[in-house]
């Protein structure tokens, strides 16, 4: 079975700064999909950004990008220039590359931005 | 953009009575899942929904829950009776195909208490 881990259960940083949120994850398949959603106080799940195993390149949104080291199983989401709005929980999301796309989440970062 | 709708966004119901959760998944969508999130903790997979029946599902879906796709478009979630360990924010995804690049599109949750 999956697991994914995040050991940051909060962090805090200033507006503008750079932040990372660390996410592990352990698995045997070798083909695979990485997520992070963001979960602002509204409750509701937006997706930030999605990797796939097979691809070497890390995945980049404008100011989200992660750092995927596939031997390590690690996938941190870094987020530049940070805003107000950023202010949420984030899970990181393990899924099958083939399958019924059952999402495995981990148990989050609660991140705040300051003014 | 089209969009996952779920009502209602909160639901009170008293111990042992049966709640339905309802879902309108996007219209061309194919698969259907329900997700749990107990206050505080993380996003756990329920069931997965396909072709008029379940494609898979967590031990937390026992004998209590079940779904349905009654009439083409709704996707609903039974509890028979509810447990004050039900309590929970209970989200409904779909997706149109079967790969990570088809990303679930998560509902905005309906929020049920149990008391």
């Known amino acids: 079975a999956q697991t994914v881990t995040q050991s940051q259960p909060e962090m805090s940083v200033q507006e503008a700064e750079t932040v990372t949120l660390s996410c592990t994850y352990d698995t045997s398949e070798s083909n695979y999909y990485l997520f992070w959603y963001k979960q602002p106080p509204s409750r509701q799940m937006i997706l930030v950004i999605r990797?796939?195993?097979?691809?070497?390149q890390n995945a980049t949104e404008n100011r989200f990008s992660v750092n995927f080291q596939k031997a390590a199983k690690s996938f941190s989401l870094k987020i530049s220039d940070s805003q107000l709005g950023d202010t949420a929980m984030y899970f990181c999301?393990?899924?099958?590359?083939?399958?019924?796309?059952?999402?495995?989440f981990g148990q989050g970062t609660r991140l705040t931005i300051n003014p | 953009e089209p969009e996952v709708t779920q009502t209602p966004s909160h639901q009170v119901t008293q111990m042992g009575q049966e709640v339905i959760l309802r879902c309108v998944p996007i219209?061309?969508?194919?698969?259907f899942y329900w997700y749990r999130q107990i206050l505080g903790q993380k996003v756990e997979f329920l069931v997965s929904f396909y072709n008029n029946e379940i494609s898979e599902k967590s031990e937390i879906f026992d004998d209590q829950f079940s779904v349905e796709r009654p009439d083409g478009s709704n996707f609903t979630l039974k509890i028979r009776s509810t447990k004050l360990e039900d309590s929970a924010m209970y989200f409904c995804?779909?997706?149109?195909?079967?790969?990570?690049?088809?990303?679930?599109?998560f509902g905005n949750g309906t929020r049920l208490t149990v008391t």
């Open positions: 990797q796939e195993a097979y691809k070497q």
């Open positions: 219209s061309n969508h194919l698969y």
């Open positions: 995804a779909s997706v149109g195909g079967l790969r990570g690049n088809s990303p679930l599109h």
């Open positions: 999301a393990f899924m099958k590359y083939q399958g019924a796309q059952k999402l495995v």
